[in-house]
Protein backbone atom coordinates (compact mmCIF):
# COMPACT_ATOMS: atom_id res chain seq x y z
CA UNK A 1 0.00 0.00 0.00
CA UNK A 2 2.57 2.36 0.54
CA UNK A 3 2.98 4.46 -2.71
CA UNK A 4 -0.82 3.76 -3.21
CA UNK A 5 -3.43 6.95 -3.33
CA UNK A 6 -5.82 6.08 -0.63
CA UNK A 7 -9.89 5.10 -1.20
CA UNK A 8 -11.16 7.23 1.73
CA UNK A 9 -9.75 9.34 4.35
CA UNK A 10 -10.22 8.49 8.23
CA UNK A 11 -12.10 10.87 9.95
CA UNK A 12 -13.36 11.83 13.59
CA UNK A 13 -15.81 14.16 14.29
CA UNK A 14 -16.26 15.79 17.46
CA UNK A 15 -18.89 18.24 18.29
CA UNK A 16 -17.84 21.51 20.03
CA UNK A 17 -19.90 22.78 22.47
CA UNK A 18 -18.66 26.29 22.65
CA UNK A 19 -19.26 27.55 18.97
CA UNK A 20 -21.73 24.42 18.02
CA UNK A 21 -19.69 23.06 15.11
CA UNK A 22 -18.08 19.32 14.68
CA UNK A 23 -14.54 19.36 14.55
CA UNK A 24 -13.07 16.90 11.85
CA UNK A 25 -9.70 15.43 12.59
CA UNK A 26 -7.82 13.40 10.06
CA UNK A 27 -6.82 10.05 11.73
CA UNK A 28 -5.56 7.64 8.80
CA UNK A 29 -6.51 6.23 5.54
CA UNK A 30 -8.64 3.14 4.00
CA UNK A 31 -8.12 1.27 0.90
CA UNK A 32 -11.14 -0.68 -1.25
CA UNK A 33 -9.92 -3.96 -1.74
CA UNK A 34 -11.78 -6.58 -4.35
CA UNK A 35 -14.05 -7.66 -1.14
CA UNK A 36 -12.71 -5.98 1.79
CA UNK A 37 -12.05 -2.46 2.67
CA UNK A 38 -8.32 -2.31 4.47
CA UNK A 39 -7.97 0.47 7.26
CA UNK A 40 -4.61 2.06 8.24
CA UNK A 41 -4.82 4.14 11.48
CA UNK A 42 -2.48 6.59 13.17
CA UNK A 43 -4.68 7.52 16.03
CA UNK A 44 -8.20 5.91 17.96
CA UNK A 45 -11.10 8.20 18.34
CA UNK A 46 -12.11 8.40 22.20
CA UNK A 47 -15.69 8.59 21.10
CA UNK A 48 -15.66 5.80 18.68
CA UNK A 49 -16.96 7.27 16.03
CA UNK A 50 -15.08 6.96 12.69
CA UNK A 51 -16.29 8.67 9.46
CA UNK A 52 -14.68 7.69 5.99
CA UNK A 53 -14.84 10.19 3.18
CA UNK A 54 -13.42 10.19 -0.31
CA UNK A 55 -10.22 11.79 -0.11
CA UNK A 56 -9.91 15.71 -2.33
CA UNK A 57 -8.63 16.12 -5.73
CA UNK A 58 -5.91 17.83 -3.41
CA UNK A 59 -5.39 15.19 -0.97
CA UNK A 60 -4.94 12.33 -4.02
CA UNK A 61 -1.64 14.65 -4.81
Do not use: C, H
Not at 2 to 10: A, F, L, N, S, T
Not at 33 to 38: Q, V
Not at 40 to 50: H, Q, R, S
Amino acid sequence: MKGQIPDYRVNTVIGDSENGKDRWTSIGVAFQNKDTITVLMDAVPVNGKIVLTKPKLRDAQ
